[in-house]
């Protein structure tokens, strides 16, 4: 079980920092990447941590905005998002995959997540 929270409206500009953790299981030994899904698009991979060898992958569009940062020690894997605008509008979902993957990998669906958390609601908006 994966548990998003963070979530929220936020203004033009501003930031947001969401949260991942596993409910009767520890992130720590799995591929991890927070997906989102705009109304009427389909859902995206955006940033995603890959193992064994824990390379980051943030997709281009959101590159120099938002940032994936793995914490074993709280088992959490965090999205911060900063200068959010109108088109971060979206359901922000977190997923594993339970083999190895990297993280440009996972986030393209190659393979596939395992496993979905329920997803927390970002809105930009004046």
């Known amino acids: 079980q994966l548990e998003e929270s963070g979530g929220g409206l936020v203004q033009p500009g501003g930031s947001l920092r969401l949260s991942c953790i596993g409910t009767g299981t520890t992130l720590d030994y799995f591929p991890v990447g927070w997906f989102r899904q705009a109304p009427g698009k389909e859902r995206e991979g955006i940033a995603c941590?890959?193992?064994?060898?824990?390379?980051?992958y943030v997709a281009d569009s959101v590159k120099d905005r938002f940032t994936i940062i793995r914490d074993n020690d709280k088992h959490t894997v965090y999205l911060q998002l900063t200068n959010l605008q109108p088109e971060d509008t979206a359901v922000y979902y977190c997923?594993?995959?339970?083999?190895?993957?990297?993280?440009?990998?996972?986030?393209?669906?190659?393979?596939?997540?395992?496993?979905w958390g329920r997803g927390t609601e970002v809105t930009v908006s004046t």
């Open positions: 997923a594993l995959q339970l083999y190895s993957a990297t993280g440009e990998g996972l986030c393209n669906y190659r393979p596939p997540p395992s496993h």
């Open positions: 941590v890959g193992t064994p060898q824990p390379d980051t």
